[in-house]
């Protein structure tokens, strides 16, 4: 063939670049076939994917080499590059990942080059430009289709997981909550949790740092504004209430402004409401303990949550704080009593109850053994004052 003339942008005049294009394309099955070849020999992924996915793949690689002669015959113009991804369903970029298209499409653009080295050297060059234009265009189009996947997937998994810690929230979750939670890599924890605070300024923000400082410490997440607040329910292996505060001091400060309350820890998804029921208690009553620990632990607010008209929290004090330590023996009830009767000097309530000293300071070590509350301290004198008093009242 004679030397093809070349305009200054490097692309051939019209009529050569439809003879090349039209050359090229008489090859173009064997161009997919030796394609398909190479990608089923290098990437053992290929081999993998059933014969469905790989009739994709094939529609997508002829579809390629086709745009590409298609796109140089018009001189890189009318015809986007992009378009060869609507040769194959949107469901393919679900089941095909971006660094196995990153694969298809290299080894695809291989071929082409390695069919031209066979064409005659003033044919070359414009084609290899070409080839470098066309697959800039497609890397962009491939991350296109990527980044909306992503977007969707992202959107919907956001609804998804809203509408569960709702579900938790209202009391609702069931094995069909359950069912949504695991779609979203939610592994049924033994320990969960349901933490409350109010809302940053920028939620998506805050619950992105929260993943992955949940990530850090090995816990499940669903996490969900709610109007003013933000609602996290975290799984893992919780031991202890004390420790699962730490674990949420971490990342305390992605929260907004006020207290954040961490409820009690509960077996399963469907339990968690209690958990978020005691969390949300805290919430209304937390601003009677202005000086509380930030976050805080739902069951160290029971005496305001009590006092706030929390049934709940009545009855732990009441009937389970106050039966304990009837249940250990009177006189622990009696002892303690007298103890605050007596302005809390251990002297003055061994003189009241007719007994030694070290015996009031055993019967308090006890109350603390019994209760987890102990006398000698401001906050536990506080509720453990309260839990004799709605005791008595409760009978």
Avoid at 126 to 145: D, K, N
Avoid at 301 to 325: C, N, S
Avoid at 356 to 385: F, I, K
Wanted: glycine share 10%.
């Amino acid at each position: 063939m004679s030397s093809t003339p070349v305009d200054p942008t490097g692309w051939p005049p019209p009529e050569a670049r439809v003879a090349i294009s039209r050359q090229l394309a008489a090859a173009a099955a064997e161009m997919t076939t030796a394609a398909l070849t190479r990608i089923a020999e290098e990437h053992r992924w290929f081999a993998d994917l059933d014969a469905e996915h790989r009739s994709w793949i094939t529609l997508v690689a002829r579809s390629g080499i086709d745009g590409f002669l298609e796109w140089f015959a018009a001189g890189g113009r009318d015809i986007a590059p992009g378009t060869i991804f609507d040769a194959a369903p949107r469901a393919l970029a679900r089941k095909i990942t971006l660094n196995q298209t990153v694969d298809l499409v290299r080894t695809t653009i291989d071929t082409v080059e390695h069919r031209i080295a066979g064409l005659p050297a003033d044919e070359q060059g414009p084609l290899r430009i070409g080839i470098l234009r066309y697959s800039r265009e497609i890397a962009f189009a491939s991350a296109q289709v990527y980044a909306r996947a992503a977007e969707a997937r992202g959107a919907w998994d956001a609804r998804l997981e809203a509408l569960v810690v709702d579900a938790v929230i209202r009391g609702d979750a069931d094995e069909s909550v359950v069912s949504r939670a695991s779609t979203l890599g939610w592994a049924s924890p033994p320990g969960i949790s349901v933490v409350i605070g109010s809302a940053p300024a920028d939620p998506g923000r805050a619950v992105e740092a929260i993943r992955q400082a949940a990530a850090r410490q090995s816990l499940d997440l669903l996490a969900a504004p709610q109007g003013d607040r933000l609602v996290l329910v975290i799984g893992g292996q919780l031991h202890s209430m004390p420790d699962l505060v730490k674990l949420v001091a971490d990342f305390a400060g992605q929260f907004g402004g006020g207290q954040v309350v961490v409820g009690p820890i509960v077996s399963d998804l469907v339990e968690a409401a209690r958990s978020a029921r005691e969390a949300l208690s805290g919430m209304r009553a937390a601003r009677a303990w202005p000086d509380a620990p930030r976050p805080v632990a739902s069951e160290d607010l029971l005496p305001e949550r009590a006092l706030a008209g929390d049934g709940h929290a009545r009855r732990m004090l009441g009937t389970e704080i106050y039966g304990q330590l009837v249940a250990a023996g009177g006189e622990l009830a009696d002892t303690l009593a007298a103890f605050f009767d007596s302005g809390g000097s251990i002297e003055a309530t061994a003189r009241a109850l007719y007994v030694h000293a070290n015996t009031v300071r055993y019967r308090l070590r006890r109350v603390q053994e019994v209760t987890g509350y102990s006398a000698m301290d401001p906050r536990g004198g506080y509720a453990l004052r309260l839990a004799l008093t709605l005791g008595r009242l409760l009978g």
